[in-house]
């Protein structure tokens, strides 16, 4: 709403402005006040800053000079003096009108017409008002007509006075044109606001200068990544405010300056600056920029919205099961890898969860809510694998897509590519992915551009890595590169021990898989497993697709369902040599108990009565049964 603020110099102008005020809708506060008590009057306000200041002559002079705001003066009209002097010259002969500032116009007109002889008296303030009343009383009979001082000094110094009264018409006029204003006013604020949260909303800093190279624009995201605070900048010269803006020499080129890389202070920005002309005149310049920095993460933002991917890991550490010494002091390490940004070569044999170690430490690091991009380099044909890694520019080779290709590399930024197979690539591609390593560039086929890339690189091989250094299939430049931290996952026949475990964790089905599975242990438990956990898993999950069939009818033997469900199982056993280190005779002992132990608690029908039939102690078969993993179906 407008607020219209007017000082009286005396009550009956202020009463009178409230009543026209009323008649024209017209909201306005008034305050009575003299010459020397208006603005203190207006400093002494609460609320939002008055839209217009009214007041009378020299007061409204003096609100003028003293606020940035606009003040309507209620000029007293022709009429309102020919009024006052009418009456005025029934009392003296003399006639003294008194202003501020300067004389009122028309008082030679105002004598030959009245015939009368009229003194003006300007004056700049209160006391020098009353020293020239005080000189009138020296030189004759006057009648002051001015102002309420005015007419207060006159009878001080015994002369009489009529107050020149401002008409309802003056009124009028007066606030008409006050409200015009605080509605003109009041528009260009709301301009004003709007211009400036649109500047303060977009992410690009905007600064301004006119003509002179002072600040008229200055947005919030200036100030952020400028790192200048927003306050007292506008009106000062952009060469105080901002080191190195180069507005000034726009201004005085006339030249624009687009897409540069500068340093402004401590930040790195682009910027684009150009000059405001008015025809052919230059009358102010413009700079817009962006943190480089910002302008990185936007890049990766755009780079996964364009390819229309997503490529997040799925499993944590903790999703790897195993309770042996080897698997937690493998996982314990693999916890602290996941602490730095250092590249790591993990080595594991087909099946021991490789994929799953890279996910988890990329899960466990500063970079989880960043991509995780895997590839099994050993899937891709060579010819496919330099485009999917690297990428490609439109045209760059027949049957490459119109707007070219963003790679594997450019889609894991500011996380982490995981390369499965890592031996797998040929060495000319191997040359290339150890430029990407060194430099963290990469380079379009068919670009001439460099695109930098923010990447954390987990490598992966089934190969014994000194193997591959002798045989010729890693360059050694490359392999000492990828292995700065070295992680060798367990196969599975060294932690025999966390069979139980993932049979556990995989198994699908009921009471009867529960019952096949604990025949099948001592057999699980000397087996190879070269397949590794991945092999165990599949026989899980063939266990479970089986659950219908004759096979594991409540007859059948777990040896029986082994010879349908994994023959290659048995064979090994069968075919193992009795020298051999698993055929020991310790290993033999070990499953004729687990044998034993079992039929015994399938005979007695309880734990307590299994180890009496045994001769042993009740805690002892219960730490033989969870060591064997059968513990939870004896409870």
């Known amino acids: 709403m407008n607020r219209i603020v007017m000082v009286s110099p005396y009550r009956d102008l202020g009463q009178q402005a409230l009543r026209v005020a009323h008649e024209l809708g017209i909201i306005i506060e008034v305050y009575d006040g003299n010459l020397e008590e208006a603005c203190g009057i207006v400093e002494r306000l609460s609320g939002p800053?008055?839209?217009?200041?009214?007041?009378?002559?020299?007061?409204?002079?003096?609100?003028?000079?003293?606020?940035?705001?606009?003040v309507v003066t209620m000029d007293t009209s022709p009429f309102d003096l020919l009024e006052c002097c009418n009456e005025a010259r029934a009392v003296a002969p003399n006639i003294a009108v008194t202003a501020f500032g300067r004389a009122p116009l028309g008082m030679a007109l105002l004598e030959r017409t009245m015939g009368i002889s009229i003194t003006p008296v300007v004056f700049h303030s209160l006391p020098d008002l009353q020293g020239k009343i005080d000189e009138l009383a020296k030189n004759g009979l006057f009648c002051v007509v001015g102002g309420g001082p005015s007419v207060t000094f006159a009878r001080e110094a015994g002369l009489p006075g009529?107050?020149?009264?401002?008409?309802?018409?003056?009124?009028?006029?007066?606030?008409?044109?006050?409200?015009?204003?605080?509605?003109?006013?009041?528009?260009?604020m709301r301009k004003a606001y709007r211009l400036q949260t649109i500047l303060d909303s977009i992410y690009d800093g905007v600064i301004a200068v006119d003509e002179y190279g002072k600040l008229e624009i200055f947005n919030r995201a200036a100030s952020n990544i400028l790192s200048i605070p927003m306050d007292n900048v506008l009106g000062r010269p952009a060469t105080e405010v901002v080191a190195n803006s180069r507005l000034d020499e726009v201004l005085k080129s006339g030249v624009r300056e687009i897409g540069e890389v500068q340093q402004v202070g401590a930040a790195s920005i682009v910027t684009n600056r150009v000059p405001v002309l008015a025809e052919e005149e230059v009358i102010g310049a413009v700079a817009t920029f962006q943190d480089v920095t910002k302008i990185v993460q936007t890049e990766a933002r755009l780079r996964k919205t364009l390819a229309g991917r997503e490529f997040r890991a799925k499993f944590t550490l903790d999703d790897i099961v195993g309770q042996t010494p080897v698997i937690c002091e493998t996982r314990s390490l693999a916890r602290s890898f996941a602490r730095s940004d250092l590249t790591v070569l993990l080595y594991g044999a087909s099946g021991t969860g490789k994929e799953l170690f890279a996910q988890g430490i990329h899960r466990a690091g500063r970079r989880k809510h960043k991509p995780f991009v895997a590839v099994n380099c050993g899937a891709l044909p060579p010819n496919l694998l330099e485009s999917e890694l690297f990428g490609y520019e439109e045209g760059a080779f027949t049957g490459a897509k119109r707007k070219g290709k963003h790679g594997l590399f450019e889609l894991a930024h500011e996380g982490t590519i995981f390369l499965d197979e890592v031996d797998s690539l040929p060495l000319e591609l191997q040359a290339r992915l150890l430029r990407v390593l060194q430099e963290r560039e990469v380079l379009r086929i068919g670009s001439e551009s460099l695109i930098p890339v923010d990447i954390r690189v987990i490598a992966a091989t089934n190969t014994e890595p000194m193997e591959l250094l002798a045989q010729k299939r890693m360059r050694s430049d490359l392999f000492y590169r990828l292995n700065v931290l070295y992680l060798g996952l367990p196969p599975l026949r060294e932690r025999r021990d966390d069979i139980p475990l993932l049979c556990k964790h995989f198994q699908r089905g009921g009471a009867e898989v529960s019952r096949l599975l604990e025949g099948m242990m001592p057999f699980f438990m000397r087996y190879s497993w070269p397949g590794n956990v991945r092999e165990l898993f599949n026989m899980m999950e063939r266990l479970s697709l089986y659950q219908g069939e004759n096979c594991l009818a409540p007859g059948v033997g777990a040896q029986g369902v082994l010879r349908k469900l994994a023959p290659q199982l048995l064979a090994e056993l069968d075919a193992r040599p009795a020298a051999e280190a698993d055929d020991s005779l310790t290993v033999q002992l070990a499953d004729r108990e687990a044998q034993v132990i079992l039929q015994a608690v399938r005979q007695a029908g309880s734990v307590g009565a299994a180890a009496a039939q045994l001769g042993v102690g009740r805690s002892t078969l219960w730490r033989k049964l969870k060591k064997m993993g059968v513990s939870s179906q004896c409870e």
């Open 49 to 70: 800053k008055p839209d217009v200041l009214v007041s009378r002559a020299g007061t409204a002079a003096c609100l003028s000079a003293a606020f940035d705001l606009p």
């Open 162 to 188: 009529v107050l020149l009264r401002t008409g309802l018409e003056t009124i009028r006029e007066a606030l008409l044109r006050a409200n015009e204003i605080a509605q003109l006013r009041q528009a260009e």
